[in-house]
T-cell receptor, first 110, second 118 residues
Framework: RKEVEQDPGPFNVPEGATVAFNCTYSNSASQSFFWYRQDCRKEPKLLMSVYSSGNEDGRFTAQLNRASQYISLLIRDSKLSDSATYLCVVFNQAGTALIFGKGTTLSVSS | NAGVTQTPKFQVLKTGQSMTLQCAQDMNHEYMSWYRQDPGMGLRLIHYSVGAGITDQGEVPNGYNVSRSTTEDFPLRLLSAAPSQTSVYFC?????????????????FGPGTRLLVL
Protein backbone atom coordinates (compact mmCIF):
# COMPACT_ATOMS: atom_id res chain seq x y z
CA ARG A 1 0.00 0.00 0.00
CA LYS A 2 1.40 3.40 -0.94
CA GLU A 3 2.03 5.80 1.94
CA VAL A 4 -0.53 8.30 0.71
CA GLU A 5 -3.23 7.63 -1.84
CA GLN A 6 -5.71 10.02 -3.39
CA ASP A 7 -8.37 9.85 -6.05
CA PRO A 8 -6.81 11.85 -8.90
CA GLY A 9 -10.16 13.06 -10.23
CA PRO A 10 -10.73 15.35 -11.97
CA PHE A 11 -13.71 16.55 -10.03
CA ASN A 12 -15.78 18.87 -12.21
CA VAL A 13 -18.37 20.81 -10.22
CA PRO A 14 -20.48 23.94 -10.74
CA GLU A 15 -20.07 27.04 -8.65
CA GLY A 16 -21.79 26.72 -5.30
CA ALA A 17 -21.43 22.97 -5.12
CA THR A 18 -20.06 21.04 -2.17
CA VAL A 19 -17.25 18.65 -2.98
CA ALA A 20 -15.24 16.24 -0.85
CA PHE A 21 -11.91 14.56 -1.39
CA ASN A 22 -10.57 11.57 0.48
CA CYS A 23 -7.02 10.50 1.16
CA THR A 24 -5.80 7.26 2.74
CA TYR A 25 -2.48 6.77 4.50
CA SER A 26 -0.57 3.63 5.37
CA ASN A 27 1.40 4.59 8.49
CA SER A 28 -0.94 4.03 11.43
CA ALA A 29 1.51 5.89 13.69
CA SER A 30 1.16 9.14 11.72
CA GLN A 31 0.18 12.05 13.94
CA SER A 32 0.02 14.98 11.58
CA PHE A 33 -1.72 15.44 8.27
CA PHE A 34 -2.03 18.35 5.90
CA TRP A 35 -3.73 19.56 2.78
CA TYR A 36 -1.71 21.62 0.30
CA ARG A 37 -3.11 23.43 -2.70
CA GLN A 38 -1.28 23.69 -6.02
CA ASP A 39 -2.42 25.94 -8.81
CA CYS A 40 -1.53 25.06 -12.38
CA ARG A 41 2.21 25.44 -12.99
CA LYS A 42 2.72 26.95 -9.54
CA GLU A 43 4.30 25.79 -6.32
CA PRO A 44 2.29 24.00 -3.60
CA LYS A 45 1.06 26.05 -0.66
CA LEU A 46 -0.24 24.92 2.71
CA LEU A 47 -4.03 25.02 2.84
CA MET A 48 -4.79 23.40 6.17
CA SER A 49 -3.30 21.25 8.88
CA VAL A 50 -5.42 18.40 10.22
CA TYR A 51 -5.01 17.43 13.85
CA SER A 52 -6.90 15.01 16.08
CA SER A 53 -10.57 15.33 15.15
CA GLY A 54 -10.05 17.74 12.26
CA ASN A 55 -10.57 21.44 11.77
CA GLU A 56 -12.49 24.06 9.83
CA ASP A 57 -11.41 27.22 8.05
CA GLY A 58 -14.22 29.13 6.40
CA ARG A 59 -15.61 27.03 3.58
CA PHE A 60 -13.01 24.32 4.08
CA THR A 61 -13.31 21.45 6.55
CA ALA A 62 -10.70 18.77 7.07
CA GLN A 63 -11.50 15.63 9.01
CA LEU A 64 -9.45 12.69 10.23
CA ASN A 65 -10.60 9.12 10.70
CA ARG A 66 -7.79 7.25 12.46
CA ALA A 67 -9.61 3.93 12.59
CA SER A 68 -9.91 3.81 8.82
CA GLN A 69 -6.72 5.79 8.22
CA TYR A 70 -8.14 8.43 5.99
CA ILE A 71 -8.51 12.17 5.94
CA SER A 72 -10.98 14.20 3.98
CA LEU A 73 -11.28 17.73 2.68
CA LEU A 74 -14.73 19.24 2.25
CA ILE A 75 -15.21 22.42 0.25
CA ARG A 76 -18.57 24.13 0.55
CA ASP A 77 -19.99 26.75 -1.80
CA SER A 78 -17.27 26.18 -4.39
CA LYS A 79 -15.79 29.21 -6.14
CA LEU A 80 -14.11 29.43 -9.51
CA SER A 81 -10.94 30.30 -7.63
CA ASP A 82 -11.01 26.93 -5.86
CA SER A 83 -9.97 25.26 -9.12
CA ALA A 84 -6.62 23.67 -8.34
CA THR A 85 -4.97 20.41 -7.37
CA TYR A 86 -5.28 19.45 -3.71
CA LEU A 87 -2.41 17.47 -2.23
CA CYS A 88 -2.75 15.22 0.81
CA VAL A 89 0.42 15.20 2.90
CA VAL A 90 1.69 13.16 5.87
CA PHE A 91 5.02 12.76 7.63
CA ASN A 92 7.26 9.93 6.49
CA GLN A 93 7.90 7.03 8.86
CA ALA A 94 11.03 8.67 10.28
CA GLY A 95 9.27 11.98 10.79
CA THR A 96 11.98 13.76 8.81
CA ALA A 97 10.11 14.64 5.65
CA LEU A 98 6.70 15.13 4.15
CA ILE A 99 5.15 12.56 1.83
CA PHE A 100 2.84 14.01 -0.79
CA GLY A 101 -0.06 12.26 -2.42
CA LYS A 102 -0.38 12.58 -6.18
CA GLY A 103 -3.15 15.14 -5.80
CA THR A 104 -6.81 15.50 -6.66
CA THR A 105 -7.73 17.97 -9.37
CA LEU A 106 -10.79 20.17 -8.90
CA SER A 107 -12.34 22.21 -11.67
CA VAL A 108 -15.14 24.61 -10.73
CA SER A 109 -17.19 25.99 -13.59
CA SER A 110 -19.72 28.81 -13.85
CA ASN B 1 11.68 38.79 2.47
CA ALA B 2 12.14 37.16 -0.92
CA GLY B 3 11.16 33.77 0.56
CA VAL B 4 12.48 30.80 -1.40
CA THR B 5 14.10 31.59 -4.72
CA GLN B 6 15.16 29.17 -7.43
CA THR B 7 17.27 29.64 -10.51
CA PRO B 8 17.04 29.05 -13.38
CA LYS B 9 13.30 29.00 -14.12
CA PHE B 10 13.80 26.93 -17.26
CA GLN B 11 16.70 24.86 -18.55
CA VAL B 12 17.32 22.60 -21.51
CA LEU B 13 20.19 20.13 -21.25
CA LYS B 14 21.65 17.47 -23.47
CA THR B 15 22.10 13.96 -22.14
CA GLY B 16 25.33 13.72 -20.19
CA GLN B 17 25.62 17.39 -19.31
CA SER B 18 25.86 18.47 -15.71
CA MET B 19 24.30 21.46 -14.05
CA THR B 20 23.39 22.94 -10.70
CA LEU B 21 19.94 24.09 -9.70
CA GLN B 22 20.17 26.90 -7.21
CA CYS B 23 17.93 27.36 -4.20
CA ALA B 24 18.15 30.07 -1.58
CA GLN B 25 15.97 31.21 1.30
CA ASP B 26 16.18 34.30 3.45
CA MET B 27 13.95 33.17 6.32
CA ASN B 28 16.71 31.57 8.41
CA HIS B 29 15.07 28.18 7.98
CA GLU B 30 17.02 25.16 9.15
CA TYR B 31 15.22 22.57 7.03
CA MET B 32 15.48 22.56 3.25
CA SER B 33 14.51 19.96 0.70
CA TRP B 34 14.32 19.21 -3.00
CA TYR B 35 11.38 17.57 -4.76
CA ARG B 36 10.72 16.61 -8.31
CA GLN B 37 7.23 16.58 -9.76
CA ASP B 38 6.28 14.45 -12.71
CA PRO B 39 2.84 13.96 -14.29
CA GLY B 40 0.99 11.18 -12.52
CA MET B 41 3.75 10.75 -9.93
CA GLY B 42 3.19 13.65 -7.59
CA LEU B 43 5.97 15.28 -5.60
CA ARG B 44 8.86 12.99 -4.72
CA LEU B 45 11.58 13.87 -2.26
CA ILE B 46 15.13 13.85 -3.68
CA HIS B 47 17.32 15.10 -0.82
CA TYR B 48 16.84 17.09 2.33
CA SER B 49 18.88 18.93 4.93
CA VAL B 50 18.13 19.60 8.58
CA GLY B 51 20.83 22.24 8.88
CA ALA B 52 24.13 23.49 7.50
CA GLY B 53 26.53 20.63 6.92
CA ILE B 54 23.83 17.93 7.22
CA THR B 55 22.14 16.29 4.27
CA ASP B 56 20.29 13.06 3.70
CA GLN B 57 18.66 11.13 0.90
CA GLY B 58 15.01 11.10 0.11
CA GLU B 59 12.95 8.76 -2.01
CA VAL B 60 14.68 9.33 -5.38
CA PRO B 61 18.30 10.47 -4.79
CA ASN B 62 20.07 8.66 -7.63
CA GLY B 63 21.73 10.98 -10.11
CA TYR B 64 21.63 13.99 -7.79
CA ASN B 65 24.04 15.47 -5.28
CA VAL B 66 23.48 18.17 -2.68
CA SER B 67 25.49 20.12 -0.17
CA ARG B 68 24.57 22.61 2.54
CA SER B 69 27.49 24.85 3.33
CA THR B 70 25.31 27.72 4.55
CA THR B 71 21.85 27.99 6.11
CA GLU B 72 20.61 30.01 3.15
CA ASP B 73 21.65 27.89 0.18
CA PHE B 74 20.87 24.33 -0.88
CA PRO B 75 22.02 23.64 -4.45
CA LEU B 76 21.03 20.49 -6.32
CA ARG B 77 23.57 19.07 -8.76
CA LEU B 78 22.78 16.82 -11.68
CA LEU B 79 25.93 14.86 -12.32
CA SER B 80 25.18 13.50 -15.82
CA ALA B 81 21.73 14.48 -17.03
CA ALA B 82 19.43 11.80 -18.43
CA PRO B 83 16.05 12.16 -20.17
CA SER B 84 14.46 10.52 -17.11
CA GLN B 85 15.43 13.63 -15.14
CA THR B 86 13.12 15.80 -17.23
CA SER B 87 10.84 17.20 -14.56
CA VAL B 88 9.81 20.20 -12.53
CA TYR B 89 12.06 20.68 -9.52
CA PHE B 90 10.86 22.40 -6.37
CA CYS B 91 12.96 23.53 -3.47
CA UNK B 92 11.25 23.98 -0.11
CA UNK B 93 12.21 25.20 3.33
CA UNK B 94 10.75 25.34 6.82
CA UNK B 95 11.77 26.57 10.23
CA UNK B 96 12.63 23.05 11.30
CA UNK B 97 12.17 19.47 10.14
CA UNK B 98 8.57 18.30 9.64
CA UNK B 99 8.56 16.21 12.80
CA UNK B 100 9.45 19.15 15.01
CA UNK B 101 7.23 21.31 17.20
CA UNK B 102 7.94 24.60 15.50
CA UNK B 103 5.70 24.49 12.48
CA UNK B 104 7.90 22.35 10.31
CA UNK B 105 4.93 21.16 8.36
CA UNK B 106 4.52 24.56 6.73
CA UNK B 107 6.87 24.09 3.85
CA UNK B 108 7.56 27.20 1.80
CA PHE B 109 8.17 26.28 -1.81
CA GLY B 110 10.14 28.08 -4.44
CA PRO B 111 8.55 28.74 -7.86
CA GLY B 112 10.22 25.72 -9.43
CA THR B 113 12.72 24.97 -12.18
CA ARG B 114 11.46 23.31 -15.35
CA LEU B 115 14.15 21.04 -16.75
CA LEU B 116 14.13 19.33 -20.12
CA VAL B 117 16.84 16.79 -20.91
CA LEU B 118 17.16 15.86 -24.55
Amino acid sequence: RKEVEQDPGPFNVPEGATVAFNCTYSNSASQSFFWYRQDCRKEPKLLMSVYSSGNEDGRFTAQLNRASQYISLLIRDSKLSDSATYLCVVFNQAGTALIFGKGTTLSVSS
Amino acid sequence: NAGVTQTPKFQVLKTGQSMTLQCAQDMNHEYMSWYRQDPGMGLRLIHYSVGAGITDQGEVPNGYNVSRSTTEDFPLRLLSAAPSQTSVYFCASSYEAPGGQGGGETQYFGPGTRLLVL
